[in-house]
Every structure is written in structure tokens, then in C-alpha cells.
């Protein structure tokens, strides 16, 4: 038998008899990037304003119309919210947000976001921060339609299970939602101007951020865009975090992208009405994770 060092179970924690974490008074802001929400920014509004309500909290909501082409400025202008013109790209919205408010705690509702859950989204993103058992929360939303559980089980969770490992638990299963919140002095000072914008700041909080949270969300449900190559783009981000983390190197991040190419294919083989989802999904997480251990090899030889 092979005699390890002994490990102390306690791990340098002191116990305590008392609570040692204490509940916050800090300000709060709403940011509602929009674009081309006339038919849903009124009620997003609404539940902000509910949200912080229930919180017992004051608080500002705010508008971000990014490059609106549609009703959406004057129907969030019949609101109480306050409401600024933003360039395109959901990152310019987020930015123009920030820039724009002055809450010591920012909270980030998307604005064609229905949500049917007893609470507003807002105040369960905001109660852990605020009772000071979180710094940072990403919503973990049920989820609806298939493309977010190819993306989390055929590109997220194998290339971050790989590189951080970490991460994986403190993001839950949506860490693709935009609907999240931070202290203000987590978010990025850069961040892209598109959609790439939610996993370059996920991966910024997992760097910065001592208790990042998975928040556990009801049902809901928003229009599904397409957004062309945006998981190779987000692959793009992973690797250049990885880069400067110092989880990988050059080599690998080629090896990432040939691995990507065949993920992305696998993919592509759902059929709709014919595929059960979850089987699907299942089986796409075990042949990506395949085609990425093969892929890593093949540097390592």
C-alpha cells in the first residue's frame, strides 16, 4: 500500500458560531441592453422596477437602445426608466450602460427577456449580492430550445472541462445567458462590442470574481436570432484568455480549432422530431469530449 502524506480535513477553516458574512445597503442598477424590443421593453421595465421592489430597494433602470431601428426608444420612453441611445452590438449596449450608471451593483436584464417565474429575474440575481453571499451571478435558466444544450455539451463544458475546470460548477448550465449580475468594479474595463461580449465578461469573472454563482431561474423564453459563427468566435475568446491565463499555448489553441471544426460537424447531425434532445446531447458530449482527447494526443506525441 502505497502511504500518502495526510491531509488536514479541516483545510485551514476556522469554525465559527456566528454568521461571518454580512448583508450589503449598496445601490443598485438595471441595464436593459435592447435592440429592436418595441414589443417586449415595456414589461422587461416593469419587472426591473418589481424586482427592486421586492428587494425593498431604490434603484435606477435604464434603457440601452443599441442601433434600434424599430419603437423601441419611444416605448421605453413612456416608462419610468431612463433610456440612452447606444451604438450596435449587444457589447456597445452593455458599455454604453456602465458608462451611464452609478450603482455600486449592476444587474443586466435583456430587453426581449420573458420571464415567468414568481420573482422578477432582477431580484434573484440581486439578493445573493446583496446578502453577501455572492459577488457575481449568472442566471442557470431551464432551458427551451436545443442550441443552448449543443453549445453547452458539444463546445462549453469539454474545451472549459479541459482549460477551467474550475469555472464549470460556479456557471451552472446557461453560462451562455445574458441575464447576470456583479459588484461594479468586477466588470471589464474592455469588452467586445457583439455578442461575444457574455463569455469574454464570464471569463473575466472567473478570474476576478471570489464567489462567482450559478443562480438557479424558472421557466422563460426569448426570440431565438441566429448568430452566424459566433461559437468559433467564443472559441476565439476562450483561447485568448487561456493564452494570457497561461493554460495553453500556441500549439494547442491549434489543435482547439481543428478539434471546434469537428464538434461544430457533430452538431449539425441533429435532427429535429426524429433525435430525442437529451440523448442527443449526451451523445454529442461524449464524442466532443472524444475528438478532443484525440486532438490533445496528437500534440503530445
Known amino acids: ?5 495526510e491531509i488536514d480535513p479541516a483545510l485551514g477553516l476556522d469554525l465559527v458560531p456566528n454568521r461571518t458574512i454580512s448583508s450589503s445597503k449598496a445601490t443598485v442598477s438595471i ?9 417586449t421593453i415595456a414589461s422587461v421595465v416593469a419587472e426591473a422596477r418589481q424586482g427592486l421592489s421586492l428587494l425593498g430597494i431604490g434603484g435606477e433602470v435604464l434603457v440601452s437602445a443599441s442601433g434600434c431601428t424599430d419603437g423601441t426608444v ?19 449596449a452593455i458599455k454604453a450602460g456602465l458608462a451611464s450608471t452609478s450603482g455600486d451593483i449592476v444587474c443586466l436584464i435583456d430587453g426581449d427577456m420573458q420571464y415567468f417565474g414568481d420573482r422578477p429575474l432582477s431580484t434573484i440575481l440581486l439578493e445573493p449580492i446583496l446578502s453577501g453571499i ?30 477551467y475546470p474550475e469555472m464549470l460548477p460556479k456557471v451552472g448550465s446557461t453560462p451562455w445567458s445574458g441575464q447576470r449580475a ?5 466588470w471589464p474595463e474592455e469588452m467586445p462590442d457583439h455578442f461575444t461580449v457574455d463569455l469574454d465578461i464570464l471569463m473575466h469573472w472567473n478570474r476576478k470574481a471570489l ?8 421557466d422563460w423564453t426569448n426570440p431565438q436570432r441566429p448568430k452566424d459563427d459566433l461559437m468559433s468566435q467564443e472559441l476565439d ?11 495553453l499555448d500556441e500549439v494547442t489553441s491549434i489543435a482547439l480549432r481543428k478539434w471546434y471544426d469537428h464538434a ?20 454529442l458530449l461524449k464524442a466532443s469530449m472524444q475528438e478532443l482527447r484525440r486532438q490533445l494526443g496528437l500534440v503530445q506525441r
Not at 237 to 244: E, S
Not at 264 to 283: C, G, R, T, V
Request: aromatic letters at 10%.
Open 1 to 5: 500500500m502505497v502511504k500518502r502524506p
Open 237 to 247: 475568446v476562450i483561447i485568448r484568455h487561456g493564452l494570457i491565463d497561461g493554460r
Open 31 to 39: 441595464v436593459i441592453p435592447a435592440h429592436n424590443e418595441e414589443a
Open 134 to 163: 455572492a459577488d457575481a451571478c449568472v442566471t442557470d435558466l431551464y432551458w427551451r430550445p436545443l442550441y443552448p444544450q449543443m453549445w453547452l455539451h458539444g463546445f462549453f463544458a469539454p474545451v472549459c472541462g479541459y482549460l
Open 211 to 218: 464567489r462567482l454563482r450559478p443562480i438557479v431561474a424558472d
Open 182 to 186: 456583479a459588484w461594479r468594479h468586477l
Open 74 to 92: 419611444a416605448e421605453a420612453q413612456k416608462t419610468d426608466a431612463r433610456v440612452i441611445e447606444a451604438p450596435i452590438g449587444k457589447g456597445a
Open 264 to 283: 461544430h460537424s457533430l452538431m449539425a447531425e441533429y435532427k429535429p422530431n426524429i433525435d430525442s434532445p437529451q440523448d442527443f446531447e449526451q451523445e
